[in-house]
């Protein structure tokens, strides 16, 4: 007899559907692989009226997480809520009743992930997110296990697809970042209010979390430099193109002895690299370890059904645990709640630069900048100055400078600015 495990959803929304169309329909498939049943047993949701598509025959339905929260007999919780509250206490609350309990909530696991896991340690169970970035990407779970051996050099993400959407037909139908992002609202691949994700703070949430595992220790959010997309222009695509590169929204974690540099910004990927290829709205994560290499996890960043994919993965690793005599486990899946990461801090790291502003079409002005450049230790690589663009007396430069540090940028920038002969905010952006 195959051992029957009951299972509650808290929140019938998209991903929630998904996770419980998987349960019912697909019940007999999972038995098959895994030896066990799994049953759901209640699913609480504030609005029973709407068609979700899902025969629910069999499953207690209710408005009171409660009656799902406190049931003895349902052993592994699904959090689908979203949001900070009250998924939040929620989870403190299914954890406190020593229910394992899995989660989609990225935002939640990256500010609110030290409270949560010391709260599983405590009641000696587990909060397994694999769905929390990727989607249907199963990095968490390789990361924690697949790659194991490896001590990470580094990761680079693709992890929010919506910017990656406007990305891409900002660069393959050459649309203005609003065309390109009214698209994406269209096709369903951003929100109505889609500010989370084109200033980078989706992608943020998401570094949080896949940096926290690769070191063993919780990272602070709150700490990584983040910068959005919002001012990337067609004309910067086109420098882009020339130059060889491709420009992605992408999330950096790299290893530097004991600390971490850690960022969100649009980087200018060399066309020839694979990240460069990963287009729309799909992720990727590009992880380097020290004895596997390079390796590349790729696929869809969210929906219903990669989303509920995920989940279920971890719903049969939590089962795992509940097939075992009290007191073991299968493994641990979680970082050290009590050990922080070190951060390095953004301006003792360097480098390579693309520099775009538009200034007078005057002689000697791009001498003048190079020499500003040159004084903080700055080397320029390649230039592109533009005889015309639109604006009287006016014309774009763009420079590319070899690798240099954040700070000696940021004092040559601000000089740079101060000359009247600037005409607009210097674009800064960062080569992989």
Known sequence: MAKEINLGILGLGTVGTGVAKVLLEEGDLLTKRTGMRFRLKSAADLDWNRDRGVDFAGVHTTTDVNEVLNDPEIEIIVETIGGYEPAFTYIMQALANHKHVVTANKALIATKGTEL????KKNGVDLLFEASVGGGIPIIKSLREG????????????????SNYILTKMHQDEVDFGQALREAQMKGFAEADSTLDVSGGDAAHKLTILASLAAGAMVDFDSIPVEGITSITTLDVDFAKRFGYVIK???ICRFFGTELDLRVHPTLIPKEHLLAAVNNELNAVFVTGNYVGDTMFYGPGAGQCPTASAIISDIVDLSKDLLLKNGERFSNRTVNPEEKATLLPLDKISNRFYLRMFTLDKPGILSCIAGVLGNHGISISSVIQLETHGQKDVVPIVLLTHKAPEKAMDNALTEIAAFDFVRSDILRLRLF
């Open 117 to 120: 896991f010391l709260q599983a």
């Open 147 to 162: 790659l194991i051996a490896n001590k990470f050099l580094s990761l680079y993400g693709i992890i929010n697809g919506t």
């Open 249 to 251: 929204l992408l999330a």
